[in-house]
Structure formats: structure tokens, C-alpha cells
């Protein structure tokens, strides 16, 4: 009777252990941690490619997934995830500004550049500048025409004076019989000035 009573006891315990025991533990999948995204730069761009010397851009920039962003080339410092920044350019170059933005820990960074050509300034040139006739009669009128090209300012010497358009026509009456001279004086930006002359011969009789 012993033996049988050892035998049903271990038949118990085995079908217990089967059955997961008396416990009510229960187990669960591990937890997957989430990825951050990458950073992107979603535009960057200059307000112009192409300028002269001395003149300003305007460099705009957005990006997603950033918690910082940087800048190296032509320009430097800590940079907003969004934002502007107008920037003179002196030298007469090709400028790249580089954009590199930062998302999360783990995260690839996202890097965007722009490029902007400076070209140095032309220098002013008088196009044309004439008159209506080269020898008139006392007391008749002539009329001077000019144009110009990469100019600020002209002004008149000579015969005839005061400031002037950067293109135009003036009527003058000559009342005196001698050699007329007109002098257009015109600059530029970086004031180089360039000057062209016109003469008029006036014959006849003074009334």
C-alpha cells in the first residue's frame, strides 16, 4: 500500500509541473524601442546665385526631425532648425555655405549647401554722347544726347554744366561765335569716374 500511495503522489507532481503548477506568473514579449527618425533639411536656398561685389543675400533654410543645425563654409555658428540670415559678400568669389542639422542621439545628420558667384563690378562707361551738329550759326541751338552704363552720377563741365541724368538730351541756343566745348563727367560705384567731350564750332556774326 506504501508503494502505491508513492506512485499516485508522483503522478500528481508531474501532471502539476505540466500544467505550469499552482503559479499564475505569466510572461510577455519584450518591449521593441522606437527608432528616432533621421533629421532632413527640407529646403535651403539663397536669395539670389549670382551678385556683384559688396551686395547681400538672404539665406533661408527649414528642416524636420532637428534639434539643432550648424553652419561651416563661407559662414559659421549655431543655427536655429528654421530661420534667415542676410549675409554681405565682399570679395569677388564663389561662396558655399553649408548646412548641417542634428536630430536625436543615434540619428544620421542631414547637410545641405548653396552656392553664390560674386562678381566684381563693371566699371562706368559713357555709351554715346553726341550732338545734333558739329558747326552751326551764332544764336542757333544744338542738342546734346548721352547714354551711360554701370553709373551713379553724371555731371556737366566745360561750356555747359550743372548735374545730369545718366541718360539723356539737352537743347542748348549758342550765342557766341567760337569752339564750344560740352564735358560729361559720369562714376561708377567704386568712384572711377570717365569723361567723354563733344565740340561745337559756332560761326557768324555776333547781332
Known amino acids: 500500500m506504501k508503494h502505491k500511495n508513492i506512485f499516485f503522489s ?21 518591449t521593441t524601442p522606437i527608432t528616432p527618425s533621421n533629421p532632413s533639411i527640407t529646403s535651403f536656398n539663397s536669395s539670389s546665385t549670382s551678385i556683384f561685389e559688396g551686395e547681400s543675400i538672404t539665406l533661408n533654410w527649414s528642416s524636420t526631425n532637428a534639434n539643432s543645425c550648424s553652419a561651416s563654409g ?10 534667415s540670415e542676410t549675409l554681405q559678400l565682399a570679395s569677388v568669389k564663389t561662396y558655399t555655405f553649408t548646412l548641417t542639422c542634428s536630430g536625436a542621439s543615434g540619428t544620421t545628420n542631414a547637410v545641405s ?51 545730369k541724368e545718366l541718360n539723356g538730351t539737352e537743347t542748348l541756343e549758342l550765342t557766341s561765335v567760337k569752339t564750344y566745348t560740352f564735358d560729361l563727367t559720369c562714376t561708377g560705384v567704386k568712384e572711377i569716374a570717365i569723361t567723354e567731350s563733344v565740340s561745337v564750332i559756332v560761326e557768324g556774326e555776333q547781332t
Open 74 to 83: 563661407d559662414w559659421s555658428g549655431t543655427k536655429s532648425a528654421n530661420g
Open 113 to 163: 549647401s548653396v552656392s553664390v558667384e560674386v562678381n566684381a563690378i563693371p566699371n562706368p562707361t559713357i555709351d554715346s554722347f553726341s550732338s545734333s551738329a558739329q558747326s552751326i550759326t551764332v544764336n542757333e541751338s544744338i542738342t546734346l544726347s548721352w547714354s551711360t552704363s554701370n553709373t551713379t552720377e553724371c555731371s556737366a563741365d566745360g561750356d555747359w554744366a550743372g548735374s
Open 10 to 30: 508522483l503522478i500528481s507532481i508531474i501532471f502539476i509541473a505540466a500544467c505550469g503548477g499552482g503559479g499564475g506568473g505569466s510572461s510577455s514579449e519584450p
